[in-house]
Nanobody
C-alpha cells in the first residue's frame, strides 16, 4: 500500500521560507511524476508544482521563481522549497504520486500559514 506523509508546514511571516517534505512508502517513486498541490479554505485544490522522472519541472504561475520542487529517488522523498511567502500562499499542501495507469495517491496534507 502506497503511503505519502507530508511534513514541514507551519506558521511563517510574509517574506519567510519553509521547506516541505513528502516521504513515500510502499513503492518506489523513481518512475513516476510527483507533485505538490494546495487547497486554501473555500477554494478548490490546485496544482503547485510537478517533477517528472527525468526531473523536468512545472510550476503554477503564482509560484514561479519562489518555489522549487526536488526529488530524491534514493530516499523516496519529494521536497518543496517555499521562499518569499505571501499570505495568499496559505493553504494545506498535499503531496501526490501519479502512476502510469492513472492511479493517484495523496498524503493527508500539511498546513502552511503565512501571516504577520
Amino acid at each position: 500500500q502506497v503511503q505519502l506523509v507530508e511534513s514541514g508546514g507551519g506558521l511563517v511571516q510574509p517574506g519567510g521560507s519553509l521547506r516541505l517534505s513528502c516521504a513515500v512508502s510502499g513503492g518506489a517513486i523513481s518512475p513516476y511524476v510527483m507533485g505538490w498541490y494546495r487547497q486554501a479554505p473555500g477554494k478548490q485544490r490546485e496544482l503547485v508544482a510537478t517533477i517528472s522522472s527525468d526531473r523536468s519541472k512545472k510550476y503554477a504561475d503564482s509560484v514561479k521563481g519562489r518555489f522549487t520542487i526536488s526529488r530524491d529517488n534514493a530516499k523516496n522523498t519529494v521536497d518543496l522549497q517555499l521562499n518569499s511567502l505571501k499570505p495568499e500562499d496559505t493553504a494545506v499542501y498535499y503531496c501526490n504520486l501519479k502512476r502510469f495507469n492513472g492511479n493517484q495517491y495523496w498524503g493527508r496534507g500539511t498546513q502552511v500559514t503565512v501571516s504577520s
